[in-house]
């Protein structure tokens, strides 16, 4: 077996360190979000839940001006900027995302997706046109 130098894994290391910046969540692409998932429920399974999924849906008004696009875009800057580091992000597709909120009590999460709400319908220009679908588990 080949020993694996510092040097070889220092790129890596600093890749992940860029990309999760330690002011705010981690976006990571589906795969990677789920393979932690899987680890974290590992995890739970032999302690007390403290973690939580947050899942948001964007839909729509239905008229037909509504550019979905614009408000997808705005909603991943707010959850960039107010979900706290180490928590994990996934864009799961246009206009959903589930989040991995780390060391929360089940209590708390309804407090995160209201701050979540006030930056959005703060900052989207009409937000009678788009509602905000939650869930956890």
Known sequence: ????????ILPAIEKLNTDCQESGACVLDR???LKI???????????????????IKLKDSGKEDVKLEKADGLMLD????KIRGGDAICHWDQSHFIILLY?????????????IEFFF?????????????????
């Open 121 to 137: 319908y703060t900052n989207y220009k009409e937000p009678e046109e788009i509602k905000l679908i939650f869930n956890t588990a």
């Open 37 to 55: 998932y899987q680890l974290e429920k590992y995890r739970r399974e032999r302690r007390l839940p403290s973690s939580y999924i947050m899942q």
């Open 103 to 115: 060391d929360i009590k089940k209590e708390e999460i309804k407090t995160v997706y209201n701050r």
């Open 1 to 8: 077996m080949e020993e694996i130098s510092l040097e070889k």
């Open 78 to 81: 707010i959850l960039k900027a």
């Open 31 to 33: 795969e990677t979000f």
